[in-house]
């Protein structure tokens, strides 16, 4: 609700600003203006101070509000009209604010263009226009969460398919069948033949209607990339030909849409049909837009809800490359760097590179505080052939470059559904080809993705590794490593750092299909062994054949090579067991806990815990507390019997008495 007390509030606080500022323009104009100058330039000056001044000087609890992207654009305006420069003191912005309040919000003054659902579902998000000077106002309604600017996005400018080696996910079976991907955009041309039966719902944010046109060119070409198939008649496939499209048009003909638009394409098409029992949300939204402004942290939030919700965002990082000059990079007005949403930590960003693997001078990049590197990988993005409405055409971009990963992605889903975009991101990481600098840079991120290693990444479940967690000393560790894929294994390795940092490495030899092992003997010293298996598989198909169980793999760092060999992959397991003495863990205890304060005062009961390795085992536990000079405080010697949990109660008399816990477990009699 706007309030109106608070308004009353406001408005003194903007007479008070008024009233001090306009002394000390008086002063001003008296010392620093030129004798003879004319009364218009003073009071133009007078008016413009004061109206800023007013900005400047808002309640905390209503500046807080206001996002500072917006503060500058209302700013901006004020200074335009107060200068009598051309153009409309009345904005476009949005206010978030809890549900239902519409009615309050057109009551305050603003046109209300658009009232979109948060992503979380939340709250709402109302694009309205209004004078600049309403945004404060607004921003004083207590129902009111926050006043942000409408941030504007653009989108952003092919034998492609090849290059990321979506093949090797079509030999399997996997063409992205059953997975929808939405494509935020300008548009479809649903009838082109690249596009025939690919688009299985659609909506356009941008007429209001059921046919979401591309009038643009843009969001058809991007699509083909995505989910185009030869099976309509096109003359190409796109990286996942059994995707399905799920069309969502909020940016116009040329190309633009404000931000609130594109939140309502991505909540409706996370459940096109408002029914969360039916499962025809998309599992991939895929975005080829940008802005060069800064994205709000409120709207971050959203990017993140939708991810929350299971959604993956592949999102261009923008075409405002370190190669961008002036007249090139048209939309950049010098900003240099990954344009937004693509800046996001939330969100995957896709670069662009040639048919060389060079990184296009356009391709944004950078490196970001809190955030780290970006983009995260590269797809091709210079002279892609696509899908346009009429025909085909080749465009550079990456937009170009995003839809890549988009398909990439749906073949993944399509052989495990249940991925989320941690796990994608994990796996593209896991198997792209290092480009540019060694690892993630501001160039490639973590490179081109390639989907001949992703096809045959197998993580967690399908390589498991079994031991015994805890062993007496001289006792043997059997070492049992499974397999359940039935890929080429080319080695299984283990490698033991023993608890005085000695290491060992050995093989682990297979026993028969799928299974390895090995007897670890070595078990003398006490203590903490660590574990570290290294499963090595994939290589070249046709040298499998031959080579049999011999070792020769390429180590993690070869490339995929050509003629669509499978490179080969390391996968690691760690773990650790724990050689204890026949008599139990003489001076070791696996968990202490005071259960009380870490400082133990006066009178105080504290209770320390400690979980028991042998049961039936009398033991005695003797405890000191130290102070402050290292002296023993307190003593104490008490027979405990072992069986799970133990719990000693300790009383101190002394204050303060430190935590220096000295804890003995001895052999009991
Ligand atoms: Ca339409
Ligand atoms: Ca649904
Ligand atoms: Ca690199």
């Known amino acids: 609700m706007i309030e109106e007390k608070r308004m009353g509030k406001l408005k003194a606080a903007r007479k008070a600003a008024f009233a001090a500022i306009a002394v000390l323009l008086l002063l001003l104009a008296t010392t620093l203006l030129p004798t003879g100058s004319d009364n218009k330039a003073k009071t133009g000056g007078d008016m413009l101070m004061l109206k800023l001044s007013e900005l400047n000087t808002l309640p905390q609890a209503v500046n807080e509000k206001i996002s500072p992207v917006l503060m500058e654009k209302v700013k901006e305006a004020v200074y335009r009209k107060e200068t009598g420069g051309k153009g409309d003191d009345r904005i476009d912005f949005i206010v978030k604010s809890k549900k239902g309040i519409k009615e309050e919000i057109s009551k305050a003054g603003p046109k209300i263009l658009n ?16 004078e600049a000077e309403k945004v404060a106002q607004l921003a004083s309604g207590q129902e009111v969460i926050r006043v942000l600017p409408r941030t504007m996005f653009h989108v952003m400018l092919e034998q492609s398919v090849p290059m990321v080696k979506a093949d090797a996910f079509w030999k399997g079976g996997n063409t992205g069948v059953g997975v929808k991907v939405a494509v935020i955009d300008t548009g479809m041309d649903a009838s082109h033949p690249m ?33 185009g198939s030869k099976a309509g008649g096109g003359l190409m496939d796109g990286v996942a030909p059994g995707a399905e499209l799920i069309n969502a048009k909020a940016m116009d003909e040329n190309g633009a849409g404000p931000i609130d638009r594109v939140f309502d394409a991505i909540n409706w098409a996370l459940d096109p049909d408002s029914n969360p029992a039916t499962n025809d949300g998309a599992r991939i939204i895929s975005m080829s837009l940008g802005t060069t402004d800064p994205l709000d942290a409120e709207y971050e939030n959203d ?107 749906a073949l993944m889903l399509n052989r495990t559904p249940t991925l989320k975009q941690d796990d994608v991101k994990r796996i593209l990481e896991k198997t792209s080809e290092d480009l540019g600098e060694p690892g993630k840079d501001a160039s490639y991120g973590f ?53 005085n940092g000695e290491k060992s ?47 020769e793999s390429g180590g993690s760092g070869s490339s995929g090579g050509s003629g669509g060999a499978e490179a080969s992959i390391d996968l690691f397991h760690l773990a650790s067991f724990k050689v204890i003495s026949p008599l139990g863990e003489i001076g070791m205890i696996d968990e202490i806990n005071v259960s009380s304060e870490q400082r133990l005062s006066s009178n105080l009961t504290g209770n320390i815990t400690f979980t028991a390795v042998k ?49 003995d477990v001895k052999p009991g009699n």
């Open 195 to 227: 596009l025939k039966g690919r688009v299985v719902a659609e909506k356009d944010f941008v007429d209001g209607d059921a046919i979401a046109q591309d009038d643009n060119g843009h969001g058809t070409h991007v699509a083909g990339i995505i989910a």
């Open 115 to 130: 009232a979109v659902d948060s992503i979380d579902g939340m709250s709402k998000y109302f694009a309205v226009e209004a």
């Open 615 to 663: 049961a039936e085992e009398t033991r005695s536990l003797s405890l000191q507390l130290a102070d402050d000079a290292g002296k023993i405080a307190y003593e104490t010697t008490q027979p405990i019997v072992e069986q799970g949990l133990a719990i000693l109660v300790v009383e101190t008399q002394k204050l303060e008495a430190r935590l220096n816990l000295m804890v």
């Open 303 to 409: 990017l993140k809800a939708a991810v929350s919700k299971g959604a993956i965002i592949v999102v261009a990082a923008g075409n405002c490359g370190p190669g961008c000059t002036g007249a090139i990079c048209p939309g950049c007005g010098g900003f240099k760097g990954v344009t937004a949403p693509g800046s996001s930590p939330s969100v995957i960003t896709v670069g662009a590179i040639d048919k060389s693997k060079n990184v296009a001078y356009f391709s944004g990049g950078g490196v970001y505080p809190e955030i780290g590197v970006k983009p995260d990988f590269v797809a091709p993005g210079v002279s892609i052939k696509s899908s346009v409405p009429g025909g085909y055409s080749l465009k550079d971009g990456t937009s170009m470059a995003a839809p890549h990963v988009s398909g990439a992605i």
């Open 447 to 499: 490179g081109l993705i390639d989907l001949a290693k992703a096809a045959i990444y197998r993580e967690g479940v399908e390589f498991k590794v079994e031991m015994a967690p805890k062993l007496i000393s001289q006792e043997v560790q059997k070492i049992a490593v499974t397999v359940y894929d039935d890929v080429k294994i080319n080695s299984v390795k283990a490698t033991i750092t023993k608890p």
């Open 505 to 551: 490495a050995f093989d682990i030899p297979s026993t028969g299909s799928g299974d390895y092992a090995y007897d670890y003997t070595d078990t003398a010293i006490l203590g903490k062994y660590a574990l570290e298996v290294t499963l090595n598989y994939g290589g070249s198909s046709n040298a499998s054949k031959d080579s049999g169980s011999t070792d």
